[in-house]
């Protein structure tokens, strides 16, 4: 089958659900689209959590227990500068750092996101290409009850407990997609959007201006996969992240988000009884098991997307 | 006695020679006027070699067996960096690597370097007082039958290797020294050139507009001490760039460029016969062990050289 299967992502669900696709065809036929609304600089160093997820987890070096980070590093480095009096709430071990001393490197030299994650991305082995949605920095701040933080302080430093009222991208208007998103996105022979939350990890991607353009303009398919299943997040905020803003947490709420470009919806069996209304909102529910608890239902959640959408 | 000692240091040698004297007066009397003639930018951060040496030593943590970096640091990160395609001649432990980023992190934030150091000293337990010679950047060049190069690149990169013919100290004429360095000599009760290279450690702390006039001009007697013994370098390529430069490279060679401010000038037994010569460039000579092999010998050469100057 010609052409690449370009995917939506954003951090460990993304890349729980890359390990399967990459286990039912080759590496090199995947195009991964990064979220960087995350991207952060911590002590001076240019971090991309996301795109450092799945890259890690395509080069089969990711921490398998915390799903982000590298097996087996270690914490010299931080547990110095907690010494020194650093805030080392950004878990960064020294391995990882590596990463972020290079990259920051690089970008300072005035090479390109996209080209700094692809050397990246090679010098670990990995034959996926990743491409960040953008080369220009788009960063997400959310409104909560405990004021107006920027991604990691919520995410991280207060662990999610926040309630969130409001989201934005920062940048996301004026921004370009990375060169080579739209082009991926128009000449794909499939399309899918990762089980990773629709509001922070794919809904930057999505404001990026021209990339939901390409979505709605491609002749691939185009699949979304839910990342809320019966009514519960598979990882994360997700739920209540979407319940502070209004929605409701259910694998339709998601489905009505992607509506406009989408043309499967993947849910999980739990759901199965949101089939009809999915088919309502113009998609074409796939009904299968989401919850990537093994190596074989990440495979099998892959191999059902793809041939749903290859039928 | 009242006054602080003030000791200006290179690295290691000079961290040799702190080590003995913090054993024989308190560490709160001391007051290292560090170089920063050797500070770089290694990957986007910004190091500072010499004063991290001394800090180490007076902290206790550095490592023994090389003079230089945390005891015990693992390379975890700059291995990483290795694999990703970074270069690693600069050898960063992970430890090390998070005084680094603290310093760099700060400096970005405004603090001047003086501050930074004595952060960073404070964090570590260090009780002496240590100062860069200023906090404006000096950067120590060398011309090489290699072509011309940045210090570290000369000294880390090529090992010291290449023949040196020229030196410059970038920036020193327009440079101020740090907050406290000219009123600190001024003061002291008496202050001591270490045992560092006259040349490219000692020589950029001179350099800088205002730093040779208060030596000169302080109450307090000033000391030199010999990193030549023998006609071969204590450390370093210290002789071998001495001889590139049309010096001698003997013990009496450095006593004449010290000449215009020290009134003691510290020489090994081995070179007893240049006392008379050292006597008639107008300091007296202080002969004793000099070669810092033993944790007594250090200490023993702080003694003597304070006796000296306190008779």
């Not at 996301?172 to 060169?179: L, T, V």
């Not at 998103?181 to 399309?191: F, Q």
């Not at 502070?244 to 043309?263: K, P, T």
């Not at 009809?276 to 099998?300: F, H, I, N, Q, Y």
Request: aromatic letters at 6%; hydrophobic letters at 45%.
């Amino acid at each position: 089958m010609p052409g690449k299967v370009v995917v939506l992502a954003g951090g460990v669900g993304a890349a729980r659900f890359l390990q399967g696709l990459a286990a039912v065809i080759p590496a090199e036929d995947i195009t991964v689209i990064g979220n960087t609304g995350d991207d952060l600089e911590v002590h001076g160093l240019c971090v991309s959590p996301d795109l450092d997820t799945v890259t890690y987890t395509l080069a089969g070096v990711v921490d398998p227990a915390q799903g982000w980070g590298i097996a087996g590093d270690t914490f010299e480095c931080l547990d110095h500068l907690e010494k020194l009096g650093g805030e080392t709430w950004f878990r960064l071990g020294d391995r990882d750092l590596a990463t972020h001393i290079y990259r920051t490197s690089l970008l300072r030299g005035g090479l390109p996101l996209s080209d700094v994650t692809a050397r990246i991305g090679r010098s670990l082995g990995v034959r996926s290409r990743i491409l960040p949605m953008s080369n220009d920095p788009v960063r997400t701040w959310l409104e909560t009850d405990q004021g107006r933080l920027d991604f990691q302080t919520y995410f991280v430093k207060h662990q999610a407990r926040d309630q969130v009222n409001g989201v934005e991208f920062i940048g996301a208007e004026s921004a370009q997609p990375a060169p080579g998103v739209a082009g991926e996105i128009l000449t794909a022979r499939a399309v899918i959007v990762a089980p990773s939350n629709p509001i922070i990890s794919i809904g930057p991607i999505l404001a990026v201006a021209g990339i939901r353009d390409a979505l709605r303009e491609t002749k691939a398919s185009v699949a979304a996969i839910s990342p809320i299943v019966a009514g519960r997040a598979l990882k994360g905020p997700t739920a209540r992240m979407m319940e502070g803003l209004g929605m409701e947490a259910s694998a339709l709420a998601v489905a009505e988000l992607y509506r406009d470009f989408a043309d499967f919806f993947v849910l999980d069996r739990q759901d199965a009884t949101s089939s009809g209304r999915v088919e309502a909102l113009g998609m074409k529910p796939v009904v299968t098991d989401t919850v990537m608890a093994s190596a074989l239902v990440k495979k099998e959640l892959a191999r059902a997307t793809l041939r749903a959408m290859e039928s």
